[in-house]
């Protein structure tokens, strides 16, 4: 049996879709797990965040428990491609929230013009899981055509 080109890209298109569809499940579930654990790193940002958001509405130990199981929950779901359209819709409501520290925060994610802080760095790299995101999310609608 001949590997053809058609085939081989296939193959390949396979194995990116499900490369980022693993490693979004690992950060996100990890991610999600250290929250409930109380153990995440960005523990203290995010109950910044919620006091000058939502905090009026709810606890920060409680919001910190939800937050951690729809972490776990996304990263699940990206494991289940028939359901990449609704991951993908959870998902980009959830790195909305992520990017607001850098808009709200300033004094805590940057230390000059151009230069992030660490919790700063730690939110842009968000933009490789928004990647990761894009390309599984390409590789669904193609495959449904």
């Known amino acids: 049996m001949t590997l053809t080109a058609n085939n081989y890209g296939q193959r390949i298109a396979f194995l990116i ?17 250290l929250k409930l654990i109380s153990r995440s790193p960005a523990e203290a940002l995010i109950t910044n965040l919620h006091r000058m958001t ?9 919001f910190l428990i939800v937050l951690g199981l729809a972490e776990c929950l996304i990263g699940i779901l990206w494991l289940v491609p028939k359901f990449t359209k609704w991951t ?4 980009f ?53």
Not at 25 to 31: A, D, G, L, P, T
Not at 88 to 91: A, E, L, Q, S, T
Not at 116 to 131: D, F, H, M, R
Request: include cysteine; hydrophobic fraction near 50%.
């Open 17 to 33: 879709s499900w490369v980022n569809r693993t490693s979004l499940f690992i950060v996100y579930f990890w991610f999600g797990l």
């Open 54 to 62: 939502i905090g009026h509405l709810m606890r920060i130990k409680c």
């Open 88 to 91: 993908m819709i959870v998902f």
């Open 93 to 145: 409501g959830q790195m909305i929230t992520t990017f607001l520290p850098l808009f709200m925060m300033p004094d805590q994610t940057w230390n000059n013009f151009m230069v992030l802080s660490l919790p700063g760095q730690y939110i842009l790299k968000n933009i490789v899981l928004v990647a990761c995101a894009l390309t599984i999310y390409q590789d669904y609608r193609l495959k449904r055509k």
